[in-house]
């Protein structure tokens, strides 16, 4: 399967509507990651973002980024 980089966009600051755009796609995760770090280090502080997703195909990758996660609970010895 192959890792895909997509730069994610977020329109407003609630993250609800994300813009996704495929950069690459790569048969090699130490590639991917390597690319991946230098557009995160030249980005701006725009609410741009940098992600590599391991899928069978785009669209499954895209639906993993899109997905909506709850956020993890912390357990009172781990604050």
């Known amino acids: 399967m192959p890792y ?3 730069k994610i966009c977020s329109s407003d600051k609630l993250d609800l509507v ?6 690459e796609v790569f048969d090699a995760f130490r590639a991917a990651k390597t690319q991946a770090k230098k557009l995160r280090a030249q980005q701006s ?3 741009t973002s940098f992600k590599v997703m391991f899928a ?3 669209l499954s990758a895209e639906e993993q980024l899109l997905e909506k996660r709850d956020k993890p609970v ?3 010895h781990e604050r």
């Open 74 to 76: 912390l357990m009172e």
């Open 45 to 47: 502080e725009d609410g």
């Open 4 to 6: 895909y980089l997509f």
């Open 18 to 23: 994300k813009d996704l755009e495929l950069l």
């Open 56 to 58: 069978e195909n785009q």
